[in-house]
């Protein structure tokens, strides 16, 4: 058995990891993305295939080298927080149905974070989403599972009904070997886009992607869009994809839906009276980011 203080290291800071909730977690060494990773990347944004996303051409030495987002980082810590809470869709991606995962893994990374401080000492910082580090490459780095066709993260034998975090350490631990799956020749996720924005290359033309219309695109909708019933985001190539088929459900209570929002959304489309505000109904989740007028204009182009 490897008793090297880097594997001890590992050990601990996975526990923290996992006794926040984590379903999976993974260590890789903090340095730079590889080559082949940043020319995908800058080939997208020169395709202009990132729609009006101006964010995703901002920070690009940054998201080259996450070593620059904590001085004297040597460890990437991934994380994996389980989401799977069944519920009717009512139009929205099913992350966004409880509370805001940005909130709740930057709270639960956040303690372990403290705990790693406290065991290991060195400095850590917390990135969830909002900060510019390729969250997907670092899990597939660290041993989590791989990237779909879907541009979704994927773990074996569980699915991609996954949130991702990160945490970066200034301390030294055992990396994980990187997950060499691919999704081979299926397709199944290219063929069930009822827009046609993936391709079997694994790029995706987010201009034409429904969760991109639906939440990113700010001002009037194409002539002719039609949005196949999708308010806030799109669960259809998650659906479509075959390691969804046993998706183990979360254990994590914040994940569960809203009473409160899915209420809301059966009086958007009919069902009932509306019991409160939008604002009442949304407050707590991810469509907090989403003004009423969207969610109205998303509306109105439902059949």
């Known amino acids: 058995m490897n008793s090297s203080p880097s594997a001890e290291a590992a050990r601990l800071i996975k526990e923290a990891v996992m006794a926040e909730g984590a379903y999976a977690a993974g260590i890789a060494r903090a340095e730079a993305v590889d080559a082949e990773a940043v020319e995908i990347y800058d080939r997208w944004i020169?395709?202009?295939?990132?729609?009006?996303?101006?964010?995703?051409?901002?920070?690009?030495?940054?998201?080259?080298?996450?070593?620059?987002l904590l001085d004297g980082a040597r460890t990437?810590?991934?994380?994996?927080?389980?989401?799977?809470?069944?519920?009717?869709?009512?139009?929205?991606?099913?992350?966004?149905?409880?509370?805001?995962?940005?909130?709740?893994?930057?709270?639960?990374?956040?303690?372990?974070?403290?705990?790693?401080?406290?065991?290991?000492?060195?400095?850590?910082?917390?990135c969830v989403d909002s900060a510019p580090i390729r969250e997907r490459y670092w899990a597939r780095r660290a041993g989590l599972g791989f990237i779909g066709i879907n541009n979704h993260f994927i773990i074996p034998g569980a699915g991609s009904h996954f949130v991702l975090g990160e945490i970066l350490w200034t301390g030294e631990a055992r990396p994980d070997s990187p997950c060499a799956?691919?999704?081979?020749?299926?397709?199944?996720?290219?063929?069930?886009?009822p827009v046609s924005a993936l391709r079997p290359d694994g790029s995706c033309d987010t201009s034409r992607c429904l969760s991109y219309l639906t939440i990113e695109h700010s001002g009037d909708l194409p002539a002719g869009t039609d949005l196949h019933g999708r308010l806030f985001g799109c669960d259809i190539c998650l659906k479509a994809c075959p390691h969804n088929a046993t998706a183990p459900l979360s254990k994590i209570d914040e994940f569960s839906p809203s009473p409160t929002l899915s209420s809301y959304l059966a009086a958007l489309?009919?069902?009932?009276?509306?019991?409160?505000?939008?604002?009442?109904?949304?407050?707590?989740?991810?469509?907090t980011r989403l003004p009423l007028h969207r969610l109205l204009r998303n509306h109105s182009r439902q059949d």
Do not use: W
């Open 46 to 68: 020169a395709d202009r295939r990132h729609g009006s996303m101006a964010f995703a051409e901002r920070y690009r030495e940054i998201r080259q080298d996450p070593r620059l």
């Open 76 to 126: 990437i810590v991934s994380a994996a927080f389980n989401y799977h809470h069944l519920s009717p869709d009512l139009g929205v991606a099913e992350y966004a149905r409880g509370a805001d995962y940005h909130i709740v893994l930057r709270d639960r990374l956040g303690r372990a974070a403290a705990a790693i401080e406290a065991a290991l000492g060195g400095a850590t910082r917390v």
């Open 181 to 193: 799956l691919t999704c081979g020749e299926c397709m199944a996720c290219v063929e069930k886009c």
């Open 269 to 287: 489309r009919g069902d009932t009276t509306a019991p409160v505000s939008f604002r009442a109904a949304t407050r707590g989740t991810a469509l």
